[in-house]
Nanobody, 124 residues
């Protein structure tokens, strides 16, 4: 059973930096494509970015204008998302998701495994 556990969220002030972690167990990270999504109250789940199983090169949601960076450490089965200069509109629950297939995916329905999410609240 694949399990994903996010951490690193909390209450931060606008302008602060953030790094969230997603620790994966039950399957090697080298066998998974992993992505980050976020969901603000009353809004649909939004793709932030991800990495495919076969490539360390990440890809990102177009609406985020390159503000987020995805990275992965296969040695410790962990994927990260980080950004600097947080804004109040970045307030959301951030989710880590994984799938066994290798190709790029950007919609929630394409992912098989999900973490419980971590809340990020950005105060102005």
């Amino acid at each position: 059973q694949v399990r994903l556990v996010e951490s690193g969220g909390g209450l931060v002030q606008a302008g602060a930096s953030m790094r969230l972690s997603c620790v994966i167990s039950g399957r090697s990270l080298t066998m998974l494509s992993v992505a980050w999504f976020r969901q603000a109250p009353g809004k649909e789940r939004e793709f932030v970015g991800g990495t495919t199983r076969d490539s360390a090169t990440p890809y990102y949601g177009e609406s985020l204008n390159g503000r987020f960076t995805i990275s992965r450490d296969n040695a410790i089965n962990t994927v990260y998302v980080q950004t600097s200069s947080l804004r109040p509109e970045d307030t959301a629950v951030y989710y880590c998701a994984a799938r066994r297939t290798w190709n790029i995916a950007t919609t929630p329905a394409q992912f098989e495994y999900w973490g419980q999410g971590t809340q990020v609240t950005v105060s102005s």
